[in-house]
């Protein structure tokens, strides 16, 4: 019996144009364990967020924070990253992060 808790369900990998190539981060995306991992990891996120009193929305690992004016997305973005890569050990992928996306007509 494997000492591992998660055993083979946590194997990582990427599938490059029918190549599959072995990675050491992360979890698999897609897989039935990436959506509880993120939970649990940035559970810590949503405190924060919290604590500094800001309005959000997260689902596994995708997030909105909103903000009033483009320059305090700027300065939330910057903190927050910060605050997910230094006090979580997490790496952003920037390929992926969509940011700074104008919505209108959201009342307080």
Do not use: C, W
Request: overall charge neutral; charged content about 30%; aromatic content about 8%.
């Amino acid at each position: 019996m494997s000492s591992n808790l998660f055993g083979n369900s946590y194997v990582s990998g990427i599938l490059d144009k029918d190549i599959y190539v072995e990675t050491t981060e992360g979890a698999p995306q897609g897989g039935p364990l990436s959506p509880i991992l993120a939970n649990v990891y940035l559970n810590k996120l949503d405190r924060e967020l919290e604590k500094r009193g800001h309005r959000f929305i997260r689902y596994a690992d995708d997030f909105v924070i909103y903000v009033k004016t483009p320059r305090e997305g700027e300065r939330v973005m910057a903190s927050v990253k910060k605050y997910i890569e230094e006090d979580l050990g997490l790496t952003i992928n920037e390929n992926e992060s969509n940011s700074l996306k104008k919505v209108s007509n959201i009342k307080n």
